[in-house]
């Protein structure tokens, strides 16, 4: 009875995932079609501009055990986040559940004039764009090949980029005391830490702080 139910739930899984691609992909080619004033000329402009915004940035991956467990590719530009992706996956099953792009909304407000072209459509060339490009190729790299971007989102948030701080260069008293200052951790939590869990919460939430 038990393989018969989990059968059942696999099976019912395996069509909302299927179900779930088709509906993304026919509510993309639904944009594309109503949009009609983005031509390829326009979309390759679009593309361009974000090859160029790519070429200017540096690619940083925080730690996974210091982003709370989310896979994030952030793309930065004068120590400022000017396109992130985030992929979720779920802590319970590990099963990938969504695909986020962030980029700054200055790019799209730009395109949006320049082209004469109403945002959802560039969004949604910007979708396919980092997805086919990108996406396809962090995945492989974090051994989670399943992962895609599913929408792309503006964002006015000028957050800071990530930064690997070279903590060899900080006493553990010294990271002792941050911690005990701007977390809830006990003291003699904190000074039970080994030397890398140490280390990676201090990262963590020193880069936490610089976003508050």
């Known amino acids: 009875m038990l393989n018969i139910q989990l059968i059942c739930y696999l099976c019912g899984l395996k069509v909302f995932i299927i179900m779930k691609d088709l509906i993304r992909k026919v509510l993309r080619e639904e944009v594309s079609r109503r949009f009609s004033s983005g031509t390829l000329e326009k979309q390759n402009f ?88 990108y996406a396809s190729k962090f995945g492989p790299e974090v051994n989670r090949p399943e992962f895609e971007i599913f929408e792309t989102f503006e964002t006015d948030a000028k957050r800071k980029c990530y930064q690997m701080i070279d903590v060899d260069n900080i006493s553990r008293e010294e990271m002792m005391d941050y911690l005990d200052k701007e977390t809830a951790y006990r003291r003699d939590e904190i ?16 880069n936490s702080r610089l976003n508050r």
Not at 79 to 93: F, L, P
Not at 191 to 206: A, Q
């Open 191 to 206: 000074e039970g830490f080994s030397s890398n869990r140490l280390k990676s919460t201090y990262r963590s939430v020193y």
């Open 46 to 133: 679009i593309i361009k501009q974000l090859e160029d915004l790519i070429s200017d940035a540096t690619r940083i991956i925080p730690p996974l055990e210091e982003n709370y467990g989310i896979h994030n590719e952030e793309w930065c530009k004068d120590g400022k986040v000017v396109m992130e992706a985030r992929y979720h996956v779920d802590e319970d099953t590990d099963e990938f559940f969504s695909g986020d792009l962030f980029i700054d909304q200055d790019v799209i407000e730009f395109l949006s004039k320049m082209l004469q072209v109403r945002k959802p459509f560039i969004l949604n060339v910007v979708t396919e764009w980092y997805d086919e490009n």
